[in-house]
Each structure stands twice: as structure tokens, then as C-alpha cells.
């Protein structure tokens, strides 16, 4: 048992909040449009290779864990989760950025009108397609994450190949989206904790109240403990793991969430904070690869089987 | 960074593991039922404990000179997960090995060192904590327990409460006040619980037989040489004690034992195939996983040798979150084996679940340390 983080992932690093850093540096300023996407920094992360650190002796699955916590605890949104898991791994001679489809193939996705590869996952097996942006059509941009649905779904299918193992594409998505969720709820914690410093009623700071420190707190200890699973989920390879962390992040995100709005008042409401780039991303990731309601099923089965 | 064990922690784990399948004894879960501050759990440890000294199990991570082995943090932790895991066959016993006895090694004079250490290295010694007062609970520092020094004496009036194991103690941790100044003010005490002027009153609770009580000192004379550290410093000491007690017990993984039992009920009941069961067992289940993390975090922590943090509090926290998990889960789906007590492990679990958040250090305590020390938020003085 060992949890400290090894020399070359804090170069690592140290080294991507440097990027970041520049990135929302230059980056335009939250405007009012409601979804987003970074193509510039999302460029820059994939020429640099941070993406690819799964796959590389020197860093592997626990540098790819951090780097999305990283990114993903940025208020700028970047397609970085499916490319350090799932393509890093199981997909690395497909272009990104990568869309992924699981079920119904006709519904809208988050990153599909950006992509260049799109995964279409099954239950029993798991299909790859390369896409142009004539593939597929801009929805509605209720998620701060640029969505789009395909335009011709059974075209894509039939053009498709079958790439990987589906419980190995799956394993490698769930540890793709805890790692994007903690990130994303732990950037907005920070993001609410500072407002909350700075933000003064009745002659004191809200966040020296206790009822907001309580409330602030249980998230943060859900939020460490998720982070943990997500980097343990990476780490073991173990679909029980990897169960575990999504479905553990899943269920804690709606009341988390809940908080961080609450103590952020009508300034998060507004689409002049950021904070929405982090709550209506984690809303969408709340139902990615079945919800708590399936992984959390999931892990009790596996943990307890049937048989045993 | 790895999740895994070592080979020598492995080897470790399964040493503490054959001890008790040999030396726990087939009436054991029986014994454990009436919870670790009862008569019955109490003697057993006195059985017990020093059969684990003899096995160099009961204070391995104790320096050699204390009758220890040099066992390292993990080691010291594994051992406290699997005596969990078991019910704590070590009764009251836990507290002198994982931290009253450091304390008196940190802090205590030789004399002390010499009277306390080879009895609790031996298996052989009962304490209790005197800490709670009926005007100080979570704010410990407004203790009143007055210790007035007479000479080379102290005489010792007050009351505590909530004292666990004092109607069995043979010595009691004491905090009283020496002065009225706030922190400046409180000493530690070492007193023999035989003392005249000592009066216990055990409160029928819910939480298990003997496990709480009142404490009376009226006129109790404690020698000076009683006194644990410099007088008027012991903040100082309660902080490092309590920061040894916070993350001390690994009570996740008896919560997680007895989900493993609540599961195994459900299935021999034909129950295992509700999948609202099933998700209600993944919830339990994730919340002991989270506290895991987190309190392997804080151990990984300290076998580095850095300094206790905010980080035990968010541990401590989805610890709670973990008892409550289980307990509730328990409670929703097996009412029955409250009642008919046939699962062992069921009401012992649930009694140190409804104490989890305000025993040590109430949940409240937790969230304020993390919301000022991890989350860095003001604090407002009082008015």
C-alpha cells in the first residue's frame, strides 16, 4: 500500500497546469453562451501528449487518472477522459477527440460534433466509426459540453468496425467518468469554497457560517473519497473497481450539486460564474454507462455473486 | 503509488488472522454480544489480550524497549482491521495499545513509563478516558474538574460523563484543571480507579452493557507525580492523543463484515435477486470502500511521519457515513434479526453505529476541522 504520488506524475503534472494555466489565461471570457469547448487548448493537450499517459511505461493509469482530474477540475471543457482511457488503451490508432454512444445509437452525446471517432457501444460488443462534422447534427446545448446526435445512426453502424472486447471498452469508460466526474466536482467545490470566502452577509463572510461550513465539508469528504476510488479504479484494472468509483460519484452528485448552488446564490445561476461549466457537466455524467442505479447493482453483484 | 499489499504485509495480516481463528474461542461471538465495555467482554480480554502479548500481536508497532516489535504503521493498522473485522476481541484493551500507551511513552516520566507500559504491553491493564463533563462535551476545554495542588498531592473534585469503561477500569486518563485558564489551564492525571473519593454510576444506554457511565471525584488526593507532561501543556498532549484515536479504529471493515453477513442473510432468505436490494447493498458497500480509502490516506500519511492533518477528519467523516450505510441498510431490509439476534455481529454493529458520530470527537467537530484546516474557510470569533 503506497499512496504517494510518484516523482514523474507530479512532473507531470505540474507541468499540465502550466497549460491549463495559459489556457484559461487566453481563453475568451465566459460570455453567456451555454455549452463550450476548448479546440484550442484541446489541441495543445493532445500535440503535448498528456493524453496519451495511460499508455506510456514511464506514467500509466494513474497519471492518466490525475491528468483528467486535472483538466477536468478546470472551468474550460476539453474531450479529455475518453482519449486517456479508452483510446490511450484499447483505441490508440483512432483520431480524437472520441464520442461515445452505449444503447441507443440515435440519441445526442457530449463531444459528437467535435469528434472524429465515435465509440458505439453494445452490450455485447463495441464498435468504432470515424466521423466529420456532416455526420452529425448540434443539439440543444442544455449540458455545458457541446452535444450533437448522428445524423444517419445506421450509416455510422454499418461503417463501423467491431475494435475491442465491450467489457473492456466498458471497464475503461467507467473509470473515464469517475475520474471526469471527481475532477469536475472537485474544481467546482473550490470554485463555490472560494466564492463563499469573499461573499459577505449580515457583516461576515457566508462561509464562516457553520451551517455552510457542514454542508461544504460533507462534500469535500465524498468528493476526496471519490477522487481515491477513481484513481484505485485506474490503478487495479478491476471492473468492480471501476463499478464502485462511478457508481460512489453518481449517487453523491445530485446532492453535492445541490449545495454548491445553493451557497452560490443567484451568481450561479448566471451564465456571467463559471460554475455552471461544472454542475451541468456533472448532470450529464449522472446517467453515463446506466447511473448509480446499474453500477452500484453492478458492484453488489459482483461483490456477492449469485453462486457464492 | 499502489493499492495493493506488500508480501510482508500480507504475511502480517494472515499471522493476525490464524491467531484468532486458534485463540477466539467457539462462544466467542456469545461474549461479544454484550459489547465491549460489558463485564463479559472485559474478562475475556483479560484472557485474551495477554495470549496475543505472548504472540507479539497485541502491541507490535510498540518500540522494542516497551515490549514491542518494531512493526511499522500499515502493520499496526492491519492488525487493528482484522480485530475489528472480529468484533474487537480486545475490549476496552484497544485504547492502551493504540494510544494511552504511546502517550505515556511520548510524555510520561520514567517512573510512569515503568508503572503503566509492561501491564498494558502484557495484556494486563483497563483504562478509561476521563474527558466528557456534563458542561464539556465537544468543547472539551470548558472542563470545570478542579485538581488543586495540597502540597505534593492534588485533590481532585469534579464529575465526568459518558465515560466508557469505568465501572472495570483499574486507572483513568484524566483531564482536570489546575487553573481557570482555558487551554493553559487543563492537566493530565493518571489515577488508580480504587482511589477513595471515586464513584461510578454506569448509565443504562443503548449502546451496549457498561459502555457508558458517570464518574464522581470527591476529594480524590492524586500525587503530583501522577501528572501526565508539564503541568498547564497537556492541550498539547489531548491533541496528539486524540489525533492517535481518530483514526484509530477501522471500524469500516466491521461494518463491512456485517454487510457480508446481512448479504448471506438476505440470500438464504431468497431475497439476493431484488435489485432494489441489490443497489441499496452497492450504496453500503461504496460508503465503507470511501471510508477505507480515506483512512489509508491518513495511515499512509502518518507512516511517512507527517504531521496529523484535516485529512483524519474527512476520513473520520465517511467513516460515520459508512456505520450509518450498514446500520441502515441492516434496519430496512432485516428488521427481523434485530429481534431474533441471529446474525452476531448485527446488534453489536448497529449500537456502535448510532455512537460512531459523537463518540471521539462528534461528527460536527469533524466537518468544522475540515471546513477550516482542509477547505480553509473563516472562522468568525464568538460575539
Known amino acids: 500500500m503506497n499512496f504517494a504520488v510518484p516523482e514523474e506524475c507530479t512532473a507531470l503534472i505540474s507541468a499540465l497546469e502550466k497549460l491549463l494555466m495559459q489556457a484559461e489565461a487566453t481563453a475568451a471570457p465566459v460570455d453567456g453562451s451555454r455549452s463550450f469547448f476548448s479546440r484550442d487548448l484541446d489541441s495543445a493537450l493532445e500535440d503535448s501528449g498528456f493524453l496519451d499517459a495511460a499508455g506510456l511505461e514511464e506514467f500509466g493509469p494513474m497519471a492518466a487518472a490525475m491528468?483528467?482530474?486535472?483538466?477536468?477540475?478546470?472551468?474550460?471543457?476539453?474531450?479529455?477522459?475518453?482519449?486517456?482511457f479508452l483510446r490511450a488503451l484499447a483505441l490508440p490508432e483512432w483520431p480524437r477527440p472520441v464520442a461515445?454512444?452505449?444503447?441507443?445509437?440515435?440519441?445526442?452525446?457530449?463531444?459528437?460534433?467535435?469528434?472524429?471517432?465515435?465509440?458505439?457501444?453494445?452490450?455485447?460488443?463495441?464498435?468504432?466509426?470515424?466521423?466529420?462534422?456532416?455526420?452529425?447534427?448540434?443539439?440543444?446545448?442544455?449540458?455545458a459540453y457541446p452535444m450533437a446526435r448522428l445524423a444517419d445512426p445506421?450509416?455510422?453502424?454499418?461503417?463501423?468496425?467491431?475494435?475491442?472486447?465491450?467489457?473492456?471498452?466498458?471497464?475503461?469508460?467507467?473509470?473515464?467518468?469517475?475520474?471526469?466526474?471527481?475532477?469536475?466536482?472537485?474544481?467546482?467545490l473550490f470554485s463555490v469554497t472560494d466564492y463563499v470566502k469573499n461573499r459577505r452577509q449580515f457583516g461576515r463572510a457566508i462561509g464562516s457560517f457553520q451551517a455552510v461550513q457542514h454542508r461544504l465539508a460533507m462534500c469535500a469528504s465524498t468528493i476526496a473519497a471519490g477522487e481515491w476510488l477513481a484513481r484505485r479504479a485506474a490503478v487495479s484494472g478491476s471492473l468492480e473497481d471501476a463499478v464502485m468509483a462511478a457508481g460512489y460519484l453518481q449517487e453523491s452528485t445530485s446532492r453535492i450539486l445541490y449545495d454548491l448552488h445553493q451557497f452560490m446564490g443567484a451568481m450561479g445561476l448566471t451564465l456571467e460564474h463559471p460554475l455552471y461549466r461544472w454542475s451541468y457537466r456533472a448532470k450529464l455524467l449522472l446517467s453515463d454507462l446506466g447511473g448509480a442505479s446499474r453500477q452500484l447493482r453492478d458492484v453488489a453483484a459482483i461483490t456477492w455473486p449469485e453462486t457464492a | 503509488m499502489d493499492f495493493s499489499w506488500s508480501g510482508p504485509q500480507s504475511a502480517f495480516r494472515a499471522r493476525v488472522v490464524d491467531f484468532l481463528k486458534s485463540e477466539l474461542p467457539d462462544d466467542w461471538s456469545e461474549i461479544a454480544r454484550h459489547g465491549p465495555g460489558s463485564r463479559q467482554q472485559t474478562d475475556f480480554s483479560l484472557r485474551f489480550c495477554p495470549k496475543l502479548a505472548e504472540a507479539g500481536l497485541l502491541v507490535p508497532h510498540w518500540p522494542k524497549e516497551f515490549g514491542g516489535e518494531g512493526a511499522t504503521v500499515w502493520e499496526?493498522?492491519?492488525?487493528?482491521?482484522?480485530?475489528?473485522?472480529?468484533?474487537?476481541?480486545?475490549?476496552?484493551?484497544?485504547?492502551?495499545?493504540?494510544?494511552?500507551?504511546?502517550?505515556?511513552?511520548?510524555?510520561?516520566?520514567?517512573?510512569?513509563?515503568?508503572?503503566?507500559?509492561p501491564r498494558a504491553a502484557k495484556g494486563q491493564a483497563i483504562w478509561c478516558q476521563g474527558f466528557s463533563e456534563p458542561s464539556a462535551g465537544s468543547d472539551l476545554v470548558s472542563l470545570r474538574t478542579s485538581a488543586e495542588r495540597d502540597g505534593d498531592n492534588f485533590v481532585v473534585n469534579g464529575s465526568k460523563i459518558w465515560t466508557s469503561y469505568a465501572g472495570l477500569a483499574d486507572h483513568c486518563f484524566l483531564?482536570?484543571?489546575?487553573?481557570?485558564?482555558?487551554?493553559?489551564?487543563?492537566?493530565?492525571?493518571?489515577?488508580?480507579?480504587?482511589?477513595?473519593?471515586?464513584?461510578?454510576?454506569?448509565?443504562?444506554?443503548?449502546v451496549g452493557e457498561g459502555d457508558i457511565h458517570e464518574v464522581f471525584f470527591n476529594d480524590v488526593t492524586v500525587p503530583a507525580s501522577a501528572m501526565l507532561g508539564e503541568e498547564g501543556k497537556a492541550w498539547s498532549i489531548i491533541t496528539y492523543s486524540l489525533g492517535n484515536e481518530?483514526?484509530?479504529?477501522?471500524?469500516?471493515?466491521?461494518?463491512?463484515?456485517?454487510?457480508?453477513?446481512?448479504?448471506?442473510?438476505?440470500?438464504?432468505?431468497?431475497?439476493?435477486?431484488?435489485?432494489?436490494?441489490?443497489?441499496?447493498?452497492?450504496?453500503?458497500?461504496?460508503?465503507?470502500?470511501?471510508?477505507?480509502?480515506?483512512v489509508y490516506r491518513v495511515v499512509d500519511e502518518r507512516s511517512r511521519g507527517a504531521p496529523p492533518s484535516a485529512e483524519s477528519s474527512l476520513a473520520r467523516f465517511a467513516v460515520i457515513t459508512a456505520d450509518?450505510?450498514?446500520?441502515?441498510?441492516g434496519l430496512e431490509f432485516l428488521p427481523a434479526s434485530y429481534s431474533n439476534?441471529?446474525?452476531?455481529?448485527?446488534?453489536?454493529?448497529?449500537?456502535?453505529?448510532?455512537?460512531?458520530?459523537?463518540?471521539?470527537?462528534?461528527?460536527?467537530?469533524?466537518?468544522?476541522?475540515?471546513?477550516?484546516?482542509?477547505?480553509?474557510?473563516?472562522?468568525?470569533?464568538?460575539?
Not at chain 1, 102 to 129: H, I, M, P, W, Y
Not at chain 2, 86 to 109: C, D, H, K, L, S
Open chain 2, 76 to 117: 499496526h493498522f492491519i492488525l487493528g482491521e482484522e480485530m475489528w473485522a472480529a468484533g474487537e476481541p480486545r475490549g476496552p484493551q484497544y485504547m492502551n495499545v493504540n494510544w494511552i500507551g504511546p502517550t505515556i511513552m511520548r510524555f510520561g516520566t520514567d517512573e510512569q513509563k515503568e508503572l503503566h507500559l
Open chain 2, 246 to 294: 481518530r483514526v484509530g479504529i477501522p471500524r469500516y471493515e466491521f461494518s463491512r463484515r456485517t454487510l457480508d453477513a446481512l448479504v448471506a442473510r438476505l440470500k438464504e432468505e431468497g431475497r439476493w435477486n431484488d435489485e432494489y436490494i441489490r443497489y441499496r447493498a452497492g450504496q453500503a458497500l461504496s460508503a465503507c470502500e470511501a471510508a477505507r480509502l480515506l
Open chain 1, 67 to 84: 491528468v483528467v482530474q486535472e483538466i477536468s477540475s478546470r472551468p474550460v471543457i476539453v474531450e479529455a477522459a475518453h482519449s486517456s
Open chain 2, 341 to 383: 439476534d441471529d446474525i452476531p455481529s448485527l446488534k453489536p454493529h448497529h449500537e456502535r453505529a448510532i455512537a460512531s458520530g459523537i463518540a471521539s470527537g462528534a461528527a460536527e467537530i469533524q466537518l468544522g476541522i475540515v471546513a477550516q484546516s482542509y477547505l480553509e474557510l473563516p472562522w468568525e470569533p464568538r460575539a
Open chain 1, 154 to 188: 445506421a450509416a455510422c453502424l454499418a461503417r463501423s468496425e467491431v475494435v475491442a472486447d465491450a467489457a473492456l471498452v466498458r471497464r475503461l469508460l467507467l473509470v473515464a467518468t469517475a475520474c471526469e466526474l471527481s475532477g469536475i466536482l472537485k474544481g467546482a
Open chain 2, 175 to 206: 483531564l482536570a484543571r489546575t487553573s481557570g485558564k482555558r487551554k493553559d489551564g487543563i492537566c493530565i492525571f493518571i489515577v488508580p480507579m480504587d482511589t477513595p473519593g471515586i464513584s461510578v454510576r454506569p448509565i443504562p444506554s443503548l
Open chain 2, 324 to 329: 450509518h450505510a450498514v446500520s441502515n441498510f
Open chain 1, 100 to 143: 461515445v454512444l452505449t444503447g441507443k445509437f440515435d440519441q445526442a452525446t457530449r463531444f459528437l460534433g467535435v469528434a472524429r471517432s465515435v465509440v458505439l457501444l453494445g452490450e455485447n460488443e463495441a464498435r468504432v466509426c470515424r466521423i466529420e462534422g456532416k455526420d452529425t447534427i448540434a443539439t440543444a446545448p442544455f449540458f
